[in-house]
């Protein structure tokens, strides 16, 4: 059954993006529509002392929080970020107001002539400054939106029974999503009803930060997902935002309101990867063997808290990589400062710590004089191991294999050995990562959200997906119709999903963690394995199911305590690069990839998150430069701010390793996020592998090599 699953199939949106058919936010039309553009903070904290706004051509509207009728707070995590900013603002970017309009260069126009007045106050725009014990204080009496510690074994003991103590500092910076489509909704306001179309990834999300932000019951607010380009987190949160923003304006002109951010305007002002700061220090007995680690991360949330809580828990519940590491203390915050948010980005919270800690398995390898690799086959999880958290470790490791493959194809060895004894302007270097994505929320989070599916039997004898997942550019159309084929055993093509339109559609979460395949196809397989009991006489008919943890599953959300997941994804990656030692250029020559995802639903689909995801993981290794100075990004257009292309893009070999999951449907665990991790840490290995260099901070800046 593996292999029917597995086999690729033409993508169902395959025709329609192809021929430019595809309609996006862009593209949406309503009779007496106006677009709106919005008033951003020029400074990164301040009072706003007076606004001055020219009088208003006639069908010219301003849209602020006074026409916010609700709550003038966006429904996240907490309920700190405002849809408009009341007296102060606390990021360069931030929405102050927007003016409304049917004349795009009108808009414009009157934006010009805005003139605001501020009140400058004392910020902070790094982590270490944020953390100063007289720091001005941005959020609560520590700068700290969330502070999370947790242990396991005796960390304590194994650092007084130490016979060295290896430490390491390891820095992660700001990555932009670049999704090909920039932010863009509709709001639309008729029959004491509001509808929000957008370019998204969590239509539920939408939906209720839209409510509180009217006052409004939920039945009367309406979300519906058109087709969306691109978002890898960046549409998890920020269309809450700009929904509820289009929401009250579309409320106060009794118009439907179009709001489509430009480039530059995306780049500026929407959530970005978390930089981090990652210390590790790691304890070693006289004989070399690692007895505890003791891990402190530190996340830069930016000026509201946003989805930095989960961003945060996924980076500590990577604190001991793929490795058994028998004491463990660990200590995570999510930091505010003045900058502009940071939220969900493919990996969330994991890419930053596995750099860290891969980076550090190779400090610990050059102390001992080994070979980076073989320390970490030492530690390796396997099955009957505990988790960093004190889960249990329930499923074959397939590791072992996974690195022998890879090892055996790139000659990892021979090649090692070799490039870091030579000299002369262009090197080469080779390096390892092992990494795993752990599948579904963190904790206890999958249980909380209890993803419902329905699967509808329509009278013409097709059959209906009815979910909130949405269809961004990774196959979820084609993933969940074929897996709910094949359980039915009917043509792909008598399977119908539909762009979700809340209400139609039950709540089955987010699209978000590498998710939809395992929990929520889980439940779909579920729903068409009971639809299948059911006669073909009994005509239309309606199966709904919700999603709940195995019973063996136990989380203490409180000591963060137990399995932080049902399972994981594992990977290996080996990266060969080559190093311009005059001009610091690093070039990709070749990445193998081997992943354990369960089984594939789809290979071609695998393949394709798999390309997309090393190439993004280089991106952010070796180009994707993003500063701040003095809350000001540096890079705010796609001219400053570098991407690979496809010339940038090396060969890759990849493969996949079947290890069903019994809960997966058809076998299935995550993928999506898996295949960004291990890139960024391999490439950095291999650069030092080339250079002599240890690599503690990505992306690898030319200057750095050239020193």
Sequence with gaps: MSEEISAPVRRVDHDEKCRGEAKYVGDLKFDGMLYAKTVRSTRPRAKIVSIDIPPLPEGYFIVDRHDVPGRNRVKILIYDQPFFAEETVNYIGEPILLVVGPDPDKIAEIIDSIRIEYEDLPAVFTIEQALEENSPKIFGENNCFVDYKYTKGDPDDAFSRAAKVIRGTYRTGYQEHL????????????????????????????????????????????????????????????????????????????????????????????????????????ALDEEGNILAFDVDVKFDAGAYAGLSDVVLQRGIFAASGVYNIPNLRVRGRAVATNNVPTGAFRGFGGPQVFFAVESHMDRIAEELGINPLDLRKKYLLKKGDTTCTGGLVRQDVKLPGMIDRA??????????????????????????????????????????????????????????????????????????????????????????????????????????????????????????????????????????????????????????????????????????????????????????????????????????????????????????????????????????????????????????????????????????????VGAAPAAASAVRNATGKFITKIPIKPEEIIE
């Design 179 to 282: 999704y090909i489509e920039p932010q863009g909704v509709v709001g639309i306001c008729e029959d004491g009803k509001v509808t929000v179309y957008g370019s998204m990834q969590c239509p539920y999300y939408i939906k209720r930060a839209v409510a509180e932000g009217l006052g409004w019951e939920e039945n009367r607010v309406r979300v519906v997902q058109v087709a969306t380009g691109g978002a890898f987190g960046g549409k998890e949160e920020y269309p809450s935002l700009i929904g509820g923003q289009v929401a009250f304006a579309a409320l106060k002109t009794g118009r439907p309101v179009k709001l489509i951010f430009d480039r530059d305007e995306d780049i500026l002002a929407t959530t970005k990867r978390h930089p981090s700061v990652v210390d590790i220090a790691a």
């Design 407 to 676: 090892v055996q194809k790139s000659d990892y060895y021979r090649k090692w050995e070799q490039y870091r004894r030579q000299n002369g302007k262009i090197r080469r270097g080779i390096g390892i990562s092992l990494f795993y994505h752990g599948c579904g929320f963190t904790g206890d989070g999958e249980n909380r959200i209890r993803a419902k599916v329905t699967l509808r039997r329509r009278a013409d004898g097709k059959y209906e997906i009815l979910v909130a997942n949405t269809e961004m550019g990774q196959g979820a159309f084609t993933t969940l119709r074929k897996i709910a084929a094949h359980a039915l055993g009917v043509p792909l093509e008598d399977v119908i999903y539909d762009f979700p339109d809340t209400d139609r559609v039950p709540d089955s979460g987010p699209t978000v963690a590498s998710r939809t395949t395992m929990i929520v196809g889980g439940v779909l397989k579920l729903c068409a394995d009971e639809m299948k009991k059911i006669p073909p006489e009994r005509g239309e008919v309606e199966v709904t199911r919700t999603y709940q943890h195995p019973d063996f599953i136990k989380w203490d959300q409180k000591t963060l305590h137990g399995d932080s997941y049902p399972t994981y994804s594992f990977g290996v990656n080996i990266v060969e690069v080559e190093v311009d030692t005059i001009t610091g250029e690093i070039t990709p020559i070749k990445v193998w990839a081997e992943y354990d995802v369960g089984v594939a639903v789809d290979e071609r689909l695998m393949r394709g998150q798999i390309e997309g995801g090393i190439v993004q993981g280089l991106g952010y290794a070796l180009l994707e430069i993003m500063e701040a100075r003095d809350g000001l990004l540096q890079q705010r257009t796609i001219t400053d701010y570098i991407i690979p292309t496809a010339m940038d893009v090396p060969e890759i070999e990849s493969e996949t390793v079947e290890n069903p999951y019994d809960y997966g449907p058809f076998g299935a665990k995550c993928a999506g996020e898996l295949t960004f």
